[in-house]
């Protein structure tokens, strides 16, 4: 059963410059209890595909177009009242950075439990033993001394677990995680990805893990979008994703990881630098930096093209590979 139906989605930021189309027209589905990763790097509209969801975009940020459904609702111009039935009680969100999310003026336990009276008929006792059992559930120790402390006497890693306390306490049926592990260390990462999947398995919540660390996708996400400049270029389950790659910003990215085997190996990186959102090419975003581009590449945007049930690229290196194979054929 899908949970979340993004269709045609297009979000805009109105600035002196001119207007920026960071979300350009993606679509997919999100079923109850799967794990979905969208990947990309900085500027590929990953996270604003978050906040539109959230409705929480910036005051020049605007959806233009397109439709987000959760469990049949139609949320985009759905307005506050309803938007602040969603938020926390059935879509909750883990933003980027633990350091700052949390009001370094509040203690932990004020913070918690502000954020399950707000959305659930709970009364402050009740709101505090929830506060309590969602700090043992996300593994922080002495929770009844951490509910009187201040993020400050908190590591990054234990503001993380809060942060997913917080974003669990009402139990959503989605949780957004943005980059949940960018600003921790590689033994604490690990731990709050095996946390995280532990967590989500226990309640049965369906997850959008965003992330540029494809090591983070391989371990949590049962399906990927790869995003760049804004537009889905690639989407798949994540064995089709990682062992059968098929447009080329995918393969880069593929390139680009470190090899156990080879580790003595130089990294390949992709050349060049992200698009400028605000004069986008003619044809395909990425052919200023593909070795491989041809001349359509340049003046033709590709299309999506199904390459199985499970797998699909916009990128026109497969049309070629249809075309050459039919006139093998032929020959």
Same mark, same amino acid.
């Given at each position: 059963? &899908?949970?979340?139906?993004?269709?045609?989605? *297009?979000? $805009?930021?109105? =600035?002196? #410059?001119?207007?920026?189309?960071?979300? /350009?027209?993606?679509?997919?589905?999100?079923?109850?209890?799967?794990?979905?990763?969208?990947?990309?790097?900085?500027?590929?509209?990953?996270?604003?595909?978050?906040?539109?969801?959230?409705?929480?975009?910036?005051?020049?940020?605007?959806?233009? &177009?397109?439709?987000?459904?959760?469990?049949?609702?139609?949320?985009?111009?759905?307005?506050?009242?309803?938007?602040?039935?969603?938020?926390? /009680?059935?879509? $909750?969100?883990?933003?980027?950075?633990?350091?700052? $999310?949390?009001?370094?003026?509040? =203690?932990?336990? *004020?913070?918690?439990?502000?954020?399950?009276?707000?959305?659930?008929?709970?009364?402050?006792?009740?709101?505090?033993?929830?506060?309590?059992?969602?700090?043992?559930?996300? /593994?922080? /120790?002495?929770?009844?001394?951490?509910?009187?402390?201040?993020?400050?006497?908190?590591?990054?890693? @234990?503001?993380?677990?809060?942060?997913?306390? @917080?974003?669990?306490?009402?139990?959503?049926?989605?949780?957004? #995680?943005?980059?949940? !592990?960018?600003?921790?260390?590689? =033994?604490?990462?690990?731990?709050?990805?095996?946390?995280?999947?532990?967590?989500?398995?226990?309640?049965?919540?369906?997850?959008?893990?965003?992330?540029?660390?494809?090591?983070?996708?391989?371990?949590?996400?049962?399906?990927?979008?790869?995003?760049?400049?804004?537009?889905?270029?690639?989407?798949?389950?994540?064995?089709?994703?990682?062992? *059968?790659?098929? *447009?080329?910003?995918?393969?880069?990215? @593929?390139?680009?990881?470190?090899?156990?085997?080879?580790?003595?190996?130089?990294?390949?990186?992709?050349?060049? !630098?992200?698009?400028?959102?605000?004069? @986008?090419?003619?044809?395909?975003?990425?052919?200023?930096?593909?070795?491989?581009? %041809?001349?359509?590449?340049?003046?033709?945007?590709?299309?999506?093209?199904?390459?199985? &049930?499970?797998?699909?690229?916009?990128?026109? %290196?497969?049309?070629?590979?249809?075309?050459?194979?039919?006139?093998?054929?032929?020959?």
């Amino acid at each position: 059963m &899908s949970m979340l139906e993004v269709k045609d989605l *297009h979000t $805009s930021f109105f =600035t002196d #410059a001119g207007e920026v189309k960071a979300v /350009n027209g993606i679509s997919f589905t999100l079923d109850e209890g799967k794990v979905l990763g969208i990947v990309g790097e900085s500027g590929s509209g990953k996270s604003v595909t978050a906040y539109s969801i959230m409705q929480i975009l910036a005051g020049s940020g605007k959806i233009v &177009s397109g439709s987000i459904k959760f469990k049949g609702q139609e949320l985009v111009d759905a307005g506050d009242k309803v938007m602040k039935g969603v938020r926390g /009680n059935k879509i $909750s969100i883990i933003f980027q950075d633990p350091m700052t $999310s949390l009001n370094p003026t509040y =203690t932990i336990g *004020h913070q918690l439990m502000e954020a399950i009276l707000l959305h659930t008929n709970r009364n402050k006792e009740e709101a505090r033993e929830r506060a309590l059992e969602m700090l043992r559930l996300v /593994n922080v /120790n002495e929770p009844e001394k951490r509910l009187k402390q201040y993020p400050y006497e908190f590591s990054g890693g @234990m503001r993380q677990r809060v942060m997913i306390a @917080m974003a669990l306490a009402c139990e959503p049926d989605i949780l957004i #995680a943005d980059e949940p !592990t960018t600003a921790l260390d590689v =033994t604490i990462q690990a731990q709050i990805l095996e946390l995280m999947k532990s967590l989500q398995k226990e309640l049965g919540m369906a997850i959008i893990m965003i992330t540029h660390d494809l090591g983070v996708v391989a371990q949590m996400c049962d399906e990927v979008i790869v995003m760049y400049a804004g537009s889905i270029c690639e989407q798949g389950t994540a064995d089709e994703i990682f062992y *059968h790659p098929a *447009h080329e910003y995918t393969k880069g990215l @593929m390139r680009s990881i470190p090899s156990v085997e080879d580790a003595g190996a130089r990294l390949q990186p992709i050349t060049g !630098t992200p698009i400028d959102l605000l004069n @986008m090419p003619k044809g395909c975003a990425f052919a200023p930096r593909c070795d491989a581009a %041809m001349k359509i590449c340049l003046n033709e945007k590709c299309e999506r093209m199904q390459l199985n &049930s499970d797998h699909a690229a916009a990128c026109w %290196m497969n049309v070629k590979a249809v075309l050459d194979e039919e006139k093998g054929g032929e020959a």
